[in-house]
């Protein structure tokens, strides 16, 4: 029991730290951002991504560019509403009511400030390349990277507690990863995000997801601090 209690306070340090280490990689984001200081960087990468005799054109084929677009609409809200009205039912049916809750506030707390820090920062979108997604909010944060990341991440955090097996918690978080890194590209790709928004959502949607995972380990219930089943 005490090794138990040593782990858990040992995770919940390193939460915290990551919690922390989140929330001051999205402000001082801001404050660059503010500045004007970002802004090089940002034209740069958003630029290198289209074709230089016309920035109109983004690089690769007209079906890569569709492509993008079908993995940029992961991270819209239609989808990740309808991911976690799936997830919170898939809970609820096993018995986890917990992670049910614990799901449904991380997103709505992700949408909420997401939405909050866009009114605040009232950043206008790129307006090098034309737009490949329809946008009618503010550029800072990336909502699309703010709610994956915390949707995805949060999600991935909650299976994983649940599933003894270390391969299956491996490729879940693996899976959860790739989905936020693509969306989070896709909306830089479609001119619709400078880079450095971003980067603010997957710090925001990183710190929903940890403080949803300080959440977990104080909840009963979990296979993630058993220890493994041997054979005899």
Do not use: Q
Not at 212 to 223: C, D, E
Request: aromatic share 6%.
């Amino acid at each position: 029991m005490l090794k138990l209690i040593r782990r858990i306070e040992s995770r919940a340090l390193i939460l915290v730290i990551g919690v922390s280490g989140a929330i001051w990689g999205f402000f001082n984001l801001a404050s660059e951002m503010g500045e004007g200081d970002t802004l090089a960087l940002d034209r740069h990468i958003l630029l290198a991504l289209r074709n230089p005799a016309n920035p109109a054109d983004p690089l690769g084929s007209r079906s890569f560019e569709e492509a993008m677009r079908d993995v940029t609409a992961l991270g819209g809200v239609t989808v990740m509403v309808l991911v976690t009205v799936v997830g919170i039912l898939a809970f609820l049916m096993h018995g986890r009511r917990g992670h049910a809750l614990v799901l449904a506030a991380t997103v709505l707390l992700a949408d909420v400030s997401s939405e909050g820090l866009k009114m605040l920062y009232h950043r206008p979108r790129p307006d090098l390349v034309p737009h490949g997604s329809y946008v009618y909010s503010g550029s800072f944060p990336s909502g699309h990277s703010t709610l994956s990341a915390a949707t995805f991440l949060t999600l991935a955090m909650l299976i994983a507690s649940l599933e003894p097996n270390r391969a299956t918690k491996a490729m879940v978080y693996v899976l959860a990863m790739l989905l936020v890194l693509a969306i989070g590209v896709s909306r830089v790709y479609l001119g619709v995000h400078w880079p450095s928004d971003v980067l603010a959502g997957w710090c925001l949607g990183g710190a929903w997801a940890l403080a949803a995972w300080s959440v977990l380990l104080r909840m009963p219930g979990r296979t993630e601090l058993l220890p493994e089943p041997t054979v005899d």
